[in-house]
C-alpha cells in the first residue's frame, strides 16, 4: 500500500493531478463550497476559543487538490475578513503533483504557505491542524486471526499475478497492540492496523503549544468498524468513481484505502496529550453548524433558481443517512497548554 500509494515514480498520490470528483473518488469538497463554508464557520469558533491567538495557524494535512482550502479561505474572506488577515494558513503536502495543483489554484492568496512539518519546531504551533480523508489513506497492516491467534496478510507475485499470502506479524507492534482489543472475532476474519496514525497524532501532539486537531474521515468506532459484517476488513479501492474490492488490480493507478478506526485515535490522543472534544457523525457536524439555516437564507435572497437546488442538491448527498452523512466522522481534539 506504501508503493502503491507513495511511489516517487509510480505512487498513485505522487504523480497524479487528477484525483477527486476529476478523478477517481469524490471528497466533501467537491460535493459542493457550502462544506467548506461550514468547515470555516467551526474553524473559526475553535480559534476564539484560543486563549493566546495573535498569530494563529491552520494547517491543513494532504490538502489534495486544494479545494477545501480555497473553499474555506474565500469564506473567510467574505464574512471573517479579520481573522483572514491574521492567520497563516500552511499547507503540508508530500505529492509533488498535488503540490504543484494547489499552488496553481491558491497562487492569488496572501496568505498561504507550504511546508513541510520537518520546518516546525516542536510547541510552536498555535492554531488548527485538520485534515480531510488523510488518515483513510495511510498505509495499513492486515491482520487475520486463525486458530486463536493473529496472522499478517502480504502481497505475493505467483502464477503472474499478486496473491495473499497469511505469515507471522511483520513486527512485534502489531502483535501487540491488537492483542489488547477485545473484539471477539470469527474464524479467518479480517480487520487493519494503521500504526501510521498514531506516529501522525504523537507528531501533532508535539508540533502543538495550543489548539486543536480536527479529522474528518470516514470509519467508526471499533466495535462497529471490526463487526462480523466486514469478515474481509475494510480495504479497497476506487478506480473511476467505482468501488473496487481488489486492490491488487492496477498498482498504482487506482486509489486504495482503508476505513478509520476513530476508537483508535480517541484512545491514543489522550496518551499524548489530545484530548477528545466533540466525536460525532458528518451529518450532525454540519446540521449543528447551519446548513439547513444557510439552504433557508440562500432561498430567501436568491429565489428557487439553478444556484439553489444545486446547494439543495449537495446537502442530500452531504446528510444521507446510510451514506456520506453517516459514514464520515467528525473529531476534534484539544492540546492545551502546559
Avoid at 61 to 86: P, S
Avoid at 301 to 320: D, I, N, P, W
Amino acid at each position: 500500500m506504501q508503493t502503491a500509494l507513495y511511489d516517487p515514480e509510480d505512487g498513485y498520490y505522487t504523480r497524479r493531478q487528477q484525483i477527486g470528483g476529476r478523478g477517481d473518488f469524490y471528497t466533501n469538497a467537491n460535493i459542493h463550497p457550502l462544506f467548506g463554508v461550514l468547515l470555516a464557520e467551526k474553524l473559526v469558533v475553535l480559534l476564539n476559543g484560543l486563549p493566546d491567538s495573535s498569530e494563529p495557524m491552520f494547517i491543513e494535512v494532504g490538502a489534495g487538490t486544494g479545494l477545501l482550502a480555497e473553499h474555506v479561505l474565500r469564506h473567510l474572506e467574505r464574512e471573517h475578513h479579520e481573522w483572514f488577515e491574521r492567520i497563516t494558513y500552511v499547507m503540508v503536502e508530500a505529492s509533488p503533483a498535488m503540490k504543484q495543483v494547489e499552488q496553481e489554484r491558491l497562487q492569488h492568496m496572501p496568505n498561504i504557505t507550504w511546508k513541510s512539518f520537518d520546518e516546525f519546531e516542536a510547541g510552536t504551533v498555535t492554531g488548527i491542524i485538520f485534515s480531510n480523508e488523510l488518515i483513510d489513506a495511510m498505509p495499513v497492516h492486515r491482520l487475520q486471526w486463525r486458530n486463536g491467534r493473529f496472522h499478517e496478510l502480504y502481497v505475493d507475485w505467483r502464477d503472474g499475478r499478486w496473491i495473499w499470502v497469511a505469515g507471522p506479524c511483520s513486527c512485534q507492534e502489531v502483535e501487540a497492540f491488537v492483542m489488547n482489543w477485545s473484539l471477539g472475532l470469527d474464524e479467518g476474519q479480517v480487520i487493519e492496523v494503521n500504526l501510521n496514525a498514531l506516529r501522525y497524532l504523537e507528531l501533532i501532539a508535539r508540533l502543538l503549544k495550543h489548539g486543536y486537531l480536527l479529522t474528518i474521515d470516514y470509519g467508526d468506532r471499533r466495535e462497529r468498524l471490526f463487526s462480523a459484517a466486514r469478515r474481509e476488513g475494510t480495504v479497497r479501492s476506487f478506480y473511476r468513481h467505482v468501488l473496487i474490492d481488489d486492490v491488487l488490480e492496477r498498482i498504482g493507478d487506482q486509489d486504495i484505502t482503508a476505513s478509520v478506526d476513530f476508537t483508535t485515535l480517541i484512545e491514543h490522543g489522550e496518551r499524548v496529550g489530545l484530548r477528545l472534544v466533540e466525536f460525532k457523525t458528518q451529518r450532525q457536524f454540519l446540521l449543528e453548524q447551519g446548513l439547513m439555516e444557510r439552504l433557508a437564507a440562500m432561498r430567501e435572497s436568491g429565489g428557487a433558481g439553478v444556484e439553489f437546488y444545486q446547494s439543495l442538491l449537495a446537502a442530500k448527498h452531504l446528510l444521507m443517512p446510510g451514506a456520506l452523512g453517516d459514514h464520515f466522522k467528525v473529531l476534534i481534539q484539544q492540546k492545551a497548554c502546559d
